[in-house]
C-alpha cells in the first residue's frame, strides 16, 4: 500500500447511493392513531412487567407521523440521495390483510414519499421492520405456514400503490433478528423463548415469505415499476480467536449470514451444507425423528433461488470466535448447532450495545460475500454507532464512519459490486429492547420536547461532507 493513498480524496462511483435509515416503529409514534391497530411491538413494549431496559414504548418516538417533514428537512441538509424507512404494515392494514385498507395511514406515507420526491431523495422502502400486526400474531404470526401468503398480500397491495413511485425494495430486515432474538432469547417481539425449534421454523416461512414478494414483483410490477428488489440480512463481522481454525469463522457467517444468503446468493440454492449436517446430527442424537432444520422441497429452492437484485448488508460489530467443543448435551440451541462461542477482545472498543468496533470489518464481510456469492450487487443497509449518553461531538461515531467508509471505498477498488452505503441512523430513536437509553442518530432527538426537536451532531456535518463530494477526504 501507497502511504500517500491516507492523504487523496478517496472518490465513490458516480451516482452511488449515500443514504441514512430508520424504521416504521423506532420513529413514528402514533401507535393508535387514525385508525392505525396494533402491532406484536405495541403489544411487547405495553407488557409490564416491561421487556424494555428503561420501560419506554415506541408509542409517541420521534413523532415522524407528525413532523415527517421535519425529517425531510434534515435529510435534505445531510444531502443524502436515499432515504431507507419502513412501512408499518399495521398502519396501512390494520388487521394485517387487505380486507381493510386504512386510507389514512396509506396517505401518510404517500405524503412522505412526494415529500421526499420533491426535494430529490429516493425512498427505500422496507417492507417488514418487525412490527407485525398483532390481528397476524393471533392467528400463529411467523409460525404459521400461511405467512408467507400474508406477507406476499401485503407486499402486493404496497407495490400496487406506492410502487408507481418506489424503485428500491427491500422485503424483509433482518430475518436473523426476527428469528433468533424474537424467538430462541425471546428478547424482542412476540418474545417467545423456544431453543432450536421455532426460529428455524419462522427463518423457514421469512425465506419463503420474501421470495414471494420478489415474485410477485417479477410477475406483475417490473415491467412498468423498473425498480429493485433485495432483503436486508445483518451479520457480524467474525474473526478467528487465537488458536482456533478459519472453519470456525467461516461456520459463524454460514449460521449468520448463510442462513438466509445461502438459499437465495448462492448457485445450488438452499441452506448452507454445514447448518443442515450439524442440525440434522444434533437433532438425531438428541432423539428427534427428524431435523429441527425444516426442508425446501426442490420446487421452493429454485423458487427462492435468485429472488433477490441486491444484498442488502446490515453490519455493526465484530467477534472473535472459536470452537465450542461440546454442544449436544446441552439440549436445542441454534447457539449450540453453530458450535461456536463467542467472546469479545479486550484490545477492540466496546459500545454500549455490546458490541465492539473493529476498523476493518466492512471490508472482511464485504470480500466474504464477493467470494462466496459470485459477488451480487450490494447495498450497505445499515452501519452505525451508539453513544449511551447524548452528546453533539460525537467524534466516535464519526470515527467509526470513517474507517467503515474507507472500507467500502477499499472493498470496491477490490471489485466488490457496493453501489450505496446507508447509516443507521438519520435521528436518535426507540431502541427496541434498549428503548432510549442509547442513541444511533446522526440527529439528536430530545424526547422531553412537544416538538421533538433534531439537532445536528457533529457527524452529521462529517457525512454532509461525504455526501456533497461524492468522497472520503483524505486524512
Ligand atoms: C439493527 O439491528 C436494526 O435493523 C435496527 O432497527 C436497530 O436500531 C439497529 O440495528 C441498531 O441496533 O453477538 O450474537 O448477540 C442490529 C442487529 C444483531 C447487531 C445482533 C448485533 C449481535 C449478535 N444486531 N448483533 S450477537
Redesign the pocket.
Known sequence: DNLESWFVDKEFPEGFHWGV?T?AY?IEGAWNKDGKKESIWDEFAHRRPSPIKDGSTGDDACMSYDFYKSDVKILQQLGVRVYRFSISWSRVLPDGTTNSVNEQGVLYYRNLIEQLLSNGIEPMVTLY??DLPLALQKKGGWLSKDSAKWFEDYSRFCFDTFGPKVKLWVTL??P??VS??GFEKGDHAPGVKDPGVSPYIVAHHLLLAHAKAYRIYQQHYRKLQKGLVGI?L?T?NFKAASGSKRDVVDRAFQF?LGWFAHPIFSKEGNYPGIMMDRIAMNSAMQGYNYSRLPSFNLDEIQFIKGSADFLGL????T?LVSDDPDTVKRGPSY?NDSKVI?QANPYWETTP???QFYPDALKEILAWIRDEYNNPPVYVT?T?F?DDKTMLEDRARINFLEESIRNVWEAIQYGSAVRGFIV??LMD?F??A?GYS?R?GLYEVDFNDPKRTRTPRMSAYFYQNVTQKNALSGV
Do not use: L
Open positions: 435509515a424504521a423506532q421492520h418487525w430486515n433482518e436473523w433478528v433468533v432474538i436486508a445483518n457480524d449468520h446490515n453490519s455493526y460489530g467477534t447457539t463467542k450495545m455490546g458490541w445499515e452505525g451508539p443507521w441512523s430513536n431502541e427496541w434498549m442509547v444511533f
